[in-house]
């Protein structure tokens, strides 16, 4: 069963627009939540996180939002950049040690 | 710091042939992390070890599968007798002690099993 859903495979976003990825996440005792960004032949990189007592966290042209009830949050970027191609993984973290990925969204952008 | 160290970055062989990947983790980390990415199941957790000793090994998937870590530096995951439906892309990621278990991962090794 998985405890983080990214829905979205991939997504197509023209330069200079916003790119919207999301997550879903079932276990509500998760304390926080990181995004990774991967490029081809690399290693994730850390990109952002967020506490599960806040709502928002701002770091550039990145933002992720968190809605708790819905157990849901989201990564924006804006403007969207074309280095910014690159698959996204959703994860979480909680007591124990271990974090916990989605599958990934495959995000280009379209000159 | 150099970062998180694997060798090989690419691994061709033959079934049933051991396969062994290593890991150096970036100096004064508690943590060391084994994932295993492929298309069908995403980035999936194998094994982790805290201050070198193994802490949670359920993601496993056989005991063809088996990882060491001898010392704080150096880390192994050994697959004997490799299968074809082991080809993957082998992450090792170390973490120390950020509230949110930030890791930071290798370049990753990708296994060929023929």
């Known amino acids: 069963d998985q405890q983080v859903k990214q829905n979205s495979p991939s997504l197509s976003v023209q330069e200079g627009r916003i790119s919207i990825l999301n997550c879903d996440y079932t276990?509500?005792?998760?304390?926080?939540f990181l995004w990774y960004k991967k490029y081809p032949a690399e290693g994730p990189t850390f990109l952002i996180s967020i506490s599960s007592i806040k709502d928002k966290n701002e770091d550039g042209r990145f933002t992720v939002f968190l809605n708790k009830s819905a157990k849901h949050l989201s990564l924006h970027i804006v403007p969207s950049q074309p280095g910014d191609s690159a698959v996204y993984f959703c994860a979480a973290s909680g007591e124990d040690d271990k974090i916990i990925f989605g599958k990934g969204t495959r995000l280009h952008i379209l000159p | 710091d150099a970062g998180v160290i694997q060798s090989p970055r690419h691994e061709v062989t033959e079934m049933g042939q051991e396969v062994t990947l290593r890991c150096k983790p970036i100096s004064g980390h508690d943590y060391l992390f084994w994932y295993r990415q492929t298309m069908m199941r995403g980035l999936e957790l194998l094994i982790y070890?805290?201050?070198?000793?193994?802490?949670?090994d359920s993601g496993m998937p056989e005991d063809r599968f088996s990882a060491k870590m001898p010392n704080a530096s150096f880390s192994t995951l050994k697959i004997q007798p490799s299968e074809p439906r082991d080809s993957a892309v082998y992450f090792c990621?170390?973490?120390?002690?950020?509230?949110?278990?930030?890791?930071?991962f290798g370049p990753g090794t990708r296994l060929t099993v023929l």
């Open positions: 276990n509500s005792m998760f304390d926080y």
């Open positions: 990621a170390s973490s120390g002690t950020s509230p949110e278990g930030k890791q930071f």
């Open positions: 070890f805290n201050n070198n000793v193994p802490i949670d």
